[in-house]
């Protein structure tokens, strides 16, 4: 185990579905971070949670919702999610300081997200 | 502007030889770099990073990287791959105009075969 855990490792959802994946971090770090991962695509960086405040939203869809209510606790809902959502949906935490370069991110395992 | 790059979508090794994996960048300042590695449905390991001093940055499961700023390149290397180095690789950097946060690679697939 990194420190980071997400929850679930697997979920299928139909398109009317409401979800939520679960990220919870156990190393102090203040930053947090939802990632997507498809097949042939490089990684896409959807939200950035600094001190619990969302500080970067990268055209993400509204289906996609983030909620960061404390620093170790980040989750992402999910409602009315489309085929094409179906990836490897991936939380990294971080501890960085303002002006400073970026100690680097810790990863939890993912959650295969298939949208039926 | 893409700030890192991986020129090599796959790379394929016999065991026992060699391994080298890209990483070109193009950030001005200094930047820090990073390489992960992801095994299949699993998320992104560290590996090694490069902040500052020496060039060469030792790393996990001996790899190593060198820091080339005249070639703004970071190759990740290990002198002897095994079957187990088999999975995805991504480079990564931070620089001060995106406020330090990790700008990724496309990643390069690592096959080594037995």
């Known amino acids: 185990e990194t420190g980071v855990t997400q929850t679930p490792r697997h979920l299928v959802m139909g398109m009317t579905n409401k979800k939520s994946l679960k990220c919870e971090q156990h190393l102090g770090h203040n930053a947090m971070y939802w990632y997507k991962q498809s097949a042939k695509k490089p990684l896409e960086l959807m939200f950035v949670?600094?001190?619990?405040?969302?500080?970067e939203n990268n055209s993400v869809p509204s289906r996609f919702s983030p909620e960061c209510p404390n620093s170790s606790h980040l989750f992402l809902h999910l409602h009315t999610l489309q085929p094409e959502d179906s990836a490897l949906y991936l939380c990294?935490?971080?501890?960085?300081?303002?002006?400073?370069?970026?100690?680097?991110?810790?990863f939890g395992s993912g959650t295969r997200l298939t949208v039926v | 502007a893409q700030s890192v790059a991986q020129p090599e979508d796959q790379v394929n090794v016999a065991e026992g030889n060699p391994l080298t994996v890209k990483c070109t960048y193009s950030?001005?300042?200094?930047?820090?770099l990073f390489w992960y590695v992801q095994y299949p449905n699993r998320g992104l390991q560290f590996l090694l990073k490069y902040i500052t001093g020496d060039n060469l940055v030792k790393g996990s499961y001996g790899f190593e990287a060198e820091f080339n700023k005249s070639q703004t390149s970071f190759h990740l290397k290990k002198p002897s791959a095994l079957v187990s180095d088999s999975a995805l690789y991504f480079c990564?950097?931070?620089?001060?105009?995106?406020?330090?946060?990790?700008?990724f690679g496309a990643g390069t697939t690592v096959t080594v075969r037995a």
């Open positions: 950030v001005s300042g200094n930047p820090y």
């Open positions: 990294a935490s971080s501890q960085d300081s303002v002006g400073q370069p970026s100690s680097g991110y810790t």
């Open positions: 949670y600094s001190l619990e405040e969302r500080v």
């Open positions: 990564a950097v931070s620089f001060l105009l995106n406020d330090y946060k990790l700008s």
